[in-house]
């Protein structure tokens, strides 16, 4: 366990060109064991158990306190006390360089939760606005070139009451079908792999917070298909889209699992 989550913590999760088995083996994680076990375990949703966790039910995690930054103190403007000093400020002033953004885009997840279609025997659900994934990992468009990653309610239960998270950075190129991150849960650990390449332009920085702190991932748990989001791509191939599952497909492969 120490292993596996020393994995976790590892914070900058670069995705280069790897095969899946290459990027199990990188994080320390063999073929054959419990993260690939839970990854084919879909009907994990078919047996809710008594007390488990039900998602996108509308109860709102704990709030997050925003830091309050103090306004930057106003430098003095006390006059030059000459005219050659007057010849000198003006020529030598400069105005401060700008600070660059740290994002190149900024998602606002929606307020209310979207339309959902019940798995059957289960408390599983499917948000219908958005695509899917073998590896139980969502794609929302959001323009011709941006779309925002996540799991589904399906891989949260499989992992169990997520505790544990590193992602990619703003910057990062992401891969298709290689990592775009780590994730824990008390029953397995996975390594989430992406449905599409591009580059990440925003990452949920309460996430981020959530997984260094080893604490419940309330938004994934209760909200994975609203606050719950991950990361924001600019797809180098819009068209990666067009292999992955429409949410009625995605819910004939549950049923099949």
Partial sequence: MKETRDNAENKHIRASRFSRRQFFQRVGIGLGGSVLAGLSLASACKSATAGGTTTETGTTPPATPTATSAPPSTPSTAPPSSAAETATATTTSTPPAATPSTSAYVYTPPETTP?????????????TDRLYSLEHVWVKSISSDLAVIGITSTMVKILYEPFSLSMLKIGDKIVRDDGFGVIEGYKTMAVLISPV????????KILEEQGRMYGPLALIIFEPYKGGWMLVVRLDRPDDLKSLMTPESYLERLGKA
């Avoid at 390449?197 to 949920?204: A, E, M, P």
């Fill in 197 to 204: 390449s591009g580059t990440v332009v925003d990452v949920n």
């Fill in 115 to 127: 339309p959902l279609i019940k798995v059957p025997d289960s408390d599983c659900t499917i948000a």
